[in-house]
Nanobody
């Protein structure tokens, strides 16, 4: 069965950095486009970044362009989200998503809080 486990969240001061990881199992990771999403309290879940199977195609939400970097290691079944210059408005639960045989699978999320 498909399983996605996020890690790396936590409390960070404005201007700080965090790197999130999402480790996958139960499917052929290298054949699945992956993406990161976030959901802040009272708001809808939104796309943060997406990455194609071979990392040739990468997209970012306008709010994070130039600050966040998505990458993947297909040998480790892991996708990463490097977050720099964090702002309070980046506070949210961050989820990874895998598109496997035209079906979306979600991880359980990891909390990121940006506060002084």
């Amino acid at each position: 069965q498909v399983d996605l486990v996020e890690s790396g969240g936590g409390l960070v001061q404005p201007g700080g950095s965090l790197t999130l990881s999402c480790t996958a199992s139960g499917f052929a990771f290298g054949t699945a486009p992956m993406s990161w999403h976030r959901q802040a309290p009272g708001k809808e879940r939104e796309l943060v970044a997406s990455i194609s199977t071979s990392s040739n195609y990468i997209n970012y939400a306008d709010a994070v362009k130039g600050r966040f970097t998505v990458s993947r290691d297909n040998a480790k079944n892991t996708v990463y989200l490097r977050m720099d210059s964090l702002k309070p408005e980046d506070t949210a639960v961050y989820y990874c998503k895998a598109l496997v045989r035209l079906q979306n699978y979600w991880g359980r999320g990891t909390q990121v809080t940006v506060s002084s």
